[in-house]
Antibody, heavy 121, light 109 residues
Framework: QVQLVQSGAEVKKPGTSVMLSCQAS????????IHWVRQAPGQGLEWMGV????????TYAQKLQGRVTMTRDTATSTVYMELSSLRSEDTAVYYC??????????????WGQGTLVTVSS | EIVLTQSPGTLSLSPGERAILSCRAS???????LAWYQQRPGQAPRLLIY???SRDTGIPDRFSGSGSGTDFTLTISRLEPEDFAVYYC??????????FGGGTKVEIK
């Protein structure tokens, strides 16, 4: 079955960086975009950006431009998301999700299980 | 950027009742590119509806989506115990920023 498995929880200090992974299985990795969405504690969902695993092209939310980088490894069907200059407001559960539809016209299915990132001094 | 406003914030209902959730967009959503998700506590969101009214595979037919332009609705015809959760709408017609509504919590009355 189609599955996205994410890396484990992270605790980081302000100003540092975090890299999360999302490994896909059960489908052809390069045929679907992968998005990252985050959810602060008790809050709603925020789209962060998308990567095309086929060519590696990316689009990021304007709010996160300059701090977020998405990459992929086609050999292991894994997507990575690095967020730098962490601040307390980045504390959230981070989800990867497979995009269905055309480039930048995606709905999300399925979602990974989520990774909690805590930013604290 | 299209802003999605969901209402009500919380819906208090009993099992067996009908739930009607609203999602209003700040501008027209092209091609009715709107999806609905369910999120249970401690779980990742789950896709229910895409294209405003297309139910995803395996989603019970008590869930239905409707609407066009700026006004969309998710209806749960008869609430089951597992349906008490938070529901989000998402638009994907306006790129590059994909946006979500703030969510509606359906709670047991």
């Amino acid at each position: 079955q189609v599955q996205l498995v994410q890396s484990g929880a992270e605790v980081k200090k302000p100003g540092t960086s975090v890299m999360l992974s999302c490994q896909a299985s059960g489908y052809t990795f390069t045929n679907y975009y992968i998005h990252w969405v985050r959810q602060a504690p008790g809050q709603g969902l925020e789209w962060m950006g998308v990567i095309n695993p086929s060519g590696g092209s990316t689009t990021y939310a304007q709010k996160l431009q300059g701090r977020v980088t998405m990459t992929r490894d086609t050999a292991t069907s894994t997507v990575y998301m690095e967020l730098s200059s962490l601040r307390s407001e980045d504390t959230a559960v981070y989800y990867c999700a497979r995009g269905r539809g055309g480039w930048l016209k995606n709905w999300f299915d399925p979602w990974g299980q989520g990774t909690l990132v805590t930013v604290s001094s | 950027e299209i802003v999605l406003t969901q209402s009500p914030g919380t819906l208090s209902l009993s099992p067996g009742e009908r739930a009607i959730l609203s999602c209003r967009a700040s501008q027209s959503v092209s091609s009715n590119y709107l999806a609905w998700y369910q999120q249970r506590p401690g779980q990742a969101p789950r896709l229910l509806i895409y294209g405003a009214s297309s139910r995803d595979t395996g989603i019970p037919d008590r869930f239905s989506g409707s609407g066009s332009g700026t006004d969309f609705t998710l209806t749960i015809s008869r609430l089951e115990p597992e349906d008490f959760a938070v529901y989000y709408c998402q638009q994907y017609g306006s790129s590059p920023e994909l946006t979500f509504g703030g969510g509606t919590k359906v709670e047991i009355k």
